[in-house]
């Protein structure tokens, strides 16, 4: 069974803060692992999809990379807009076509 | 290009009656899939549907059931609501073969 395990749950952060979010999975077969920035209440927002180990994606002020067992979202200087539930989601070759997600960290940033 | 859309935004309903929730997939995307999203969690993967047929399902019992049209759009059923259904239903498109879903912003169900 796909599992996916994120961590930290909550993260507080000043304005300016660098830091990281980190997504451990366990898969059969990787097809593809996402992230996704959810804010309360809506739908999950697409930010990238990662292919294989070594393989490293940007976005603004967001970096993601990938290891075989691994995926670290990398936030630097984070603005308070960019407070929301980051979501890592894999997609494996196994089972249902359904995306497996964890369950988000909440991130807060504090002007 | 339109994205994925639901209807409706919001919902109460009682337990023991059913629900139909509706989704438009983003122009050019041909897959549609379901997930329900409890409070403070992750979603969970209800079923796919691929050329008007369901195409995987999670482990979600009968009572939730789905249609796909030929536009492509679609609808999730739920019969003999329960109490823990109360959740929020994300519609996702994509383009088969293809991996990256596309979510629409929810229909949040609330069974009293």
């Known amino acids: 069974e796909d599992q996916v395990t994120q961590s930290p749950e909550a993260l507080r952060l000043q304005e300016g803060e660098s830091s990281s979010l980190n997504c451990s999975y366990t898969v059969s077969g990787l097809r593809g692992l996402f992230w996704y920035r959810q804010d309360p209440g809506k739908g999950p927002e697409f930010l990238f999809t990662?292919?294989?180990a070594g393989e490293e994606k940007e976005k603004e002020r967001l970096k993601a990379t990938l290891t075989k067992k691994e995926s670290f979202l990398h936030i630097t200087a984070p603005k308070p807009e960019d407070s929301a539930t980051y979501l890592c989601?894999?997609?494996?070759?196994?089972?249902?076509?359904?995306?497996?997600f964890g369950k988000g960290t909440h991130l807060i940033i504090q002007p | 290009e339109t994205g994925v859309t639901q209807s409706p935004t919001h919902l109460i309903k009682t337990r023991g009656q059913q629900v139909t929730l509706r989704c438009s997939s983003q122009?050019?995307?041909?897959?549609v899939s379901w997930y329900q999203q409890a409070l403070g969690q992750g979603p969970q993967f209800i079923f796919q549907y691929y050329r008007e047929e369901e195409n995987g399902r999670g482990n979600f019992p009968p009572r939730f059931s789905g249609l796909q049209f030929p536009n492509y759009s679609s609808e999730l059923n739920v019969n003999a609501l329960e109490l823990d259904d109360s959740a929020l239903y994300l519609c996702?498109?994509?383009?088969?073969?293809?991996?990256?879903?596309?979510f629409g912003p929810g229909t949040r169900l609330l069974v009293l």
């Open positions: 122009s050019g995307h041909n897959t």
């Open positions: 996702a498109s994509s383009y088969r073969g293809e991996e990256t879903q596309y």
């Open positions: 990662l292919y294989s």
């Open positions: 989601v894999v997609h494996s070759g196994g089972g249902a076509d359904g995306l497996t």
